[in-house]
């Protein structure tokens, strides 16, 4: 094995780039399996995406399946069912970021305010945990406790009260899994605004407590602020992901459900793509998703940079 | 392209960070010492947050221990310990599925985390060296496929087409590269001192040797994390088992007996009595459900306390410089 040379010293040597390859010949070795995996499993599935714009017909294969130009798209938007998953999707995007994401801002600021370093790390990692369950396991609990059978059913029939099945309503559905994401993920959202909140510069606080800002005022002007970053670049990211909410969450709670309220584009995919083997039609409307996705991170990064954010990205 | 997917890219900030919650440990004497009313709210609120996380877990813990005769004076689960036994665990370690389940859990898991580590570990370094032969571009092919994704038909197709239908490799190899928890590692790496590696290369050392003798031992901590990232990813697998394997199940993990044994209730083909647990006399349904409940928590429950101190590093380490 050659040693290498120290090429980080002042002057740089120019180099052909055969001999670059060979200085680097292990670094680049070693990053082969992922690129490799990566090739197969993210790009190649890229040129699948010719499949929406074709009949595709498994048995013979993307390359000699007839092209039918936009014909899925045609029928997609004139498929009711496809305008109620992306309603659907829309609708419960916008209840989970209204109710969603302040709490984990709100409990940052909370947790925040403990003295005690004990206290404060038994509460995050109990916090924490769910975040590591799966969504089976996380379903599963609230049918325990909110189902036909759960705790709370078996408490109102044990005091002679009337039963009330939270799991199976359509009409508050969009609460129930807004309620689950809040379970499963507040606790984890915390982090990144703890540490903006550890990142805020303590003389501050005191340089405001010597002009006599009380406590709410100090939150006001120099712990806000100081989280704007944060919380700006959170929002983007979920404005870009806005289209995708929760993929399995909704896969096992169709059923119970009913799937004219809890069919999302993803499930639409899925249900209208691969159930009925019908994958063109499926790829069109996961293209769909992906298209306006797309849209939906630049717009949002846009926004960002219009508040003076850095947001996700800056070219 | 500069990328800051988050914001405190620095061990320096982490360990500031800490340093400060220490000092913070004592009131400074310019701030108002708190109102009762609002240490109450503040308390309650909390004590809320916590109880709501593990109250169903200590219920569901319970029940999963509790004799039929209990099960049956509470009308379901259990919230006080009444009558205690393990027979449901053992009722359930009996039952086939559920046996062979958490050994397909198990392997999937440890081959699936050993496979990723090993390419992410390799990838990451192989990336994080400066000015290395195409670095850039290849850290741009990995950032891409954050964003732009052939979606869910395609993927299936190219993974059916390669063969993968019913065969476990279709559950590990397409999600085995995380890029997220690479560019974790990448910013580790990138920060292992310049002077400690040259003093490796001028003793001899490759980069093979580099990598496991030097930058690995010195971060320890983020791979603990990137380590649990993935072990948790392939133990809660669920959606690859249902387009991969859904019919045969011989072959499912547990999370899939989970949903179909408690969540749905349906017997499964290959139990011994066509309807878990409901002939057993000494165990009632609903405990054995919360026994597979529990065994689904157990690995994680194991290694959480490990890793929980860690969190923060691996989850801010997001950032980096395209």
Redesign the interface.
């Known amino acids: ?1 050659s ?2 040379q ?3 010293a002042g002057h740089p040597v120019r180099l052909t ?1 055969r001999m ?2 060979r ?2 010949r ?6 082969v ?3 490799a ?2 090739l ?10 010719a ?1 929406a714009f074709q009949d595709y017909d ?1 048995l013979i ?2 390359w000699h399946s007839q092209w039918v130009g936009l014909d899925q798209f045609r029928q997609l938007f004139q498929d009711a069912q496809f305008w109620d998953s992306l309603k659907n999707t829309i609708y419960l995007s916008f209840v989970q970021l209204i109710l969603f994401f302040p709490i984990p801002i709100v ?1 940052a600021l ?2 925040n ?5 004990q206290v ?4 995050q ?6 975040h ?6 996380t ?3 609230f ?3 909110l189902g036909g ?3 709370l059913n ?1 408490f109102l ?2 005091h002679g009260m009337s039963t009330w099945d939270i799991m199976t309503n359509p009409h508050t559905f969009a609460l129930l899994v807004t309620s689950q994401a809040v ?1 499963k993920e507040a ?1 984890w959202g915390i ?2 605004f ?3 909140l ?2 805020i510069n ?1 003389e501050l ?2 340089a405001a ?2 002009d006599g800002a ?2 709410w005022r100090r939150m006001w002007h120099i712990t806000l602020p100081g989280m704007r ?2 919380i700006v ?1 959170m929002l983007v990211l979920r404005l870009g992901n806005a289209l995708s909410v929760g ?2 969450q909704f ?2 709670q169709r059923d119970a459900v009913g799937h004219s309220s809890a069919d999302v584009l ?1 499930t639409f ?2 249900y209208y ?2 159930a009925t083997n019908n ?1 063109s039609y ?2 069109a409307a ?2 769909f ?2 298209v306006i996705s ?1 849209l939906l ?1 630049w717009g949002a990064n846009k926004l960002a940079h219009a508040f003076g954010e ?1 947001g ?4 | ?8 890219p620095t061990r320096a ?1 982490a360990a500031a ?1 800490a340093r ?3 000092a ?5 004497p ?3 010492p708190p109102t009762v009313i609002g240490q109450t709210v ?1 308390g309650l ?2 004590i809320g ?2 109880a ?3 109250v ?2 200590w ?2 813990l319970v029940t999963s221990f509790s004799t039929p005769g209990a099960i049956n004076r ?4 259990v ?1 006080w310990p009444d009558g205690l036994t393990v027979e449901p665990y053992r009722e359930m370690l009996l039952d086939p599925t559920v046996r062979t389940s958490l050994l397909v859990s198990l392997g999937i898991t440890l081959i699936g985390t050993a496979v990723s580590m ?3 570990v ?2 990451a ?3 994080s ?7 850039r571009f ?1 850290l741009l ?2 950032i891409v ?1 954050m ?16 063969g993968g239908y019913g065969k476990y490799w279709a559950l590990v ?2 999600s ?2 995380s ?1 997220f928890n ?1 560019l974790v590692l990448r910013a580790f790496y990138s920060e292992t001192s ?1 002077e400690l590696i ?1 003093a490796a ?2 003793d ?1 050392a ?3 040797r580099i ?1 496991w003798s030097v930058v690995l031992p010195t971060s320890r901590a983020v791979t603990a994390v990137v380590t ?1 990232f993935y072990a ?1 990813g392939y ?5 690859n088992v ?2 991969y394997m859904p019919t045969d199940s011989q072959k499912w993990p547990l ?2 007996v ?2 179909t044994y ?2 749905r209730g349906v017997g499964l083909p290959g139990s011994v009595n066509n309807g878990f647990g409901s002939t057993h006399a000494h165990t009632a349904p609903l405990s054995l459900q ?1 026994a597979v ?1 529990v065994l ?2 157990i690995p ?1 429950l194991i290694v ?2 490990f890793v ?2 860690h ?2 590093t691996g ?2 380490t997001g950032a980096i410089k395209g």
């Open positions: 094995m040693v290498q120290p090429q980080d780039w670059r390859i200085r680097d292990t670094l680049l070795l070693m990053t399996p992922s690129i995996l990566l197969v499993f993210n790009y190649a599935p890229l040129f699948g995406l499949t498994p294969g993307v409990l909370l947790l305010t403990v003295l005690s370093i404060r790390n038994f509460i990692s109990v916090v924490y945990l769910p590591f369950f799966s969504w089976v396991l379903i599963t609990i049918q325990q406790m059978a759960g705790l078996q029939r044990s379970w606790g982090i990144v703890l540490a903006a550890a990142g303590r606080y005191e407590a010597a009380g406590r970053g944060v670049l993929f399995e896969l096992i993803d995919s899925f793509g691969i994958y499926g790829a996961g293209l998703k992906s797309l991170i850095d996700l990205y800056r070219t | 392209m500069t990328n800051t997917l988050t914001i405190s900030g960070q400060h919650s220490r913070g440990t004592a009131r400074p310019w701030e108002e503040k609120t909390l947050v916590v709501v996380v593990l169903p877990l219920i569901i509470a009308g379901g689960l919230i090993a390419v992410s390799m990838c370094y192989g990336l060296r400066p000015r290395s032969f195409a670095h290849l092919l990995l496929t964003f732009v994704n052939g979606g869910l038909i395609p993927t299936f197709l190219v993974v059916t087409d390669l190899l397409p085995a590269v890029v690479i310049g040259d290369r001028l001899g490759g980069d093979w990598l649990l948790v133990w809660n697998a669920f959606f249902m387009l999370q899939y989970l949903l408690v969540n919360m409940v689904t928590l994680l959480y306390p929980q101190k969190f923060r989850v801010l």
